[in-house]
T-cell receptor, first 117, second 116 residues
Framework: GAVVSQHPSWVICKSGTSVKIECRSL??????MFWYRQFPKQSLMLMAT?????????EQGVEKDKFLINHASLTLSTLTVTSAHPEDSSFYIC?????????????FGQGTRLTVV | AQTVTQSQPEMSVQEAETVTLSCTYD???????LFWYKQPPSRQMILVIR??????QNATENRFSVNFQKAAKSFSLKISDSQLGDAAMYFC?????????????FGKGTRLSVIA
């Protein structure tokens, strides 16, 4: 089956620094990628949707200047948390889908646990 | 906007028994998809079962089956012959069928414990 690889699986960074999270589709074209955030014991909340070659569409309340999303190729999207603060500590999950292949769904990456100290 | 409601924060079941997880949703659309995802302690999201709204027949995947009641906007998951490996968070999710790049909308989840 299709595989989405997310890296790193966990990261600890100092407050004020930036962290980049990568999401790669290994055997299909990820025309659309979704970035979610999950707090402990809570559900997945959509942060943004990105289509390859276009600017990401952010959900209400998500700061686009803080959570920079790049989707420049059909196999890679990145989420950069800029000037991270402890409140940004969370579990971030990407999912990718090839919207041109009918009857398929998005596949999820393994997630990234971000801890800001 | 579409919403998904899971009214059972926690459920438990004895090994080999059957358990049903509830899910209701709200939408004004006629074309959509419904899903159940499993999230084990590893936190990897695993697709359990998928239902197209236009299909009247309930989806089944081995020990997992759904009861899709479109008029009632209900989509429950039945797990038969429960196994220890079924213990996880289960999320009900909705996706609009209006276009290919619509995201999933998740419920708050149900934590399932399986008792040996």
């Amino acid at each position: 089956g299709a595989v989405v690889s997310q890296h790193p699986s966990w990261v600890i960074c100092k407050s004020g620094t930036s962290v980049k999270i990568e999401c790669r589709s290994l055997d299909f074209q990820a025309t659309t990628m979704f970035w979610y955030r999950q707090f402990p014991k809570q559900s997945l909340m959509l942060m943004a949707t990105s289509n390859e070659g276009s600017k990401a569409t952010y959900e209400q309340g998500v700061e686009k200047d803080k959570f920079l999303i790049n989707h420049a190729s059909l196999t890679l999207s990145t989420l950069t948390v800029t000037s991270a603060h402890p409140e940004d500590s969370s579990f971030y999950i990407c999912s990718a889908r090839d919207v041109w292949v009918p009857n398929t769904e998005a596949f999820f990456g393994q997630g990234t646990r971000l801890t800001v100290v | 906007a579409q919403t998904v409601t899971q009214s059972q924060p926690e459920m438990s079941v004895q090994e080999a028994e059957t358990v049903t997880l509830s899910c209701t949703y709200d939408t004004s659309e006629s074309d959509y998809y419904l899903f159940w995802y499993k999230q084990p302690p590893s936190r990897q999201m695993i697709l359990v079962i998928r239902q197209e709204a236009y299909k009247q027949q309930n989806a089944t995947e081995n020990r997992f089956s759904v009861n899709f009641q479109k008029a009632a906007k209900s989509f429950s998951l039945k797990i038969s012959d429960s196994q220890l490996g079924d213990a996880a968070m289960y999320f009900c999710a909705y996706r609009s069928g209006s276009s290919g790049n619509t995201p999933l909308v998740f419920g708050k989840g149900t934590r399932l414990s399986v008792i040996a």
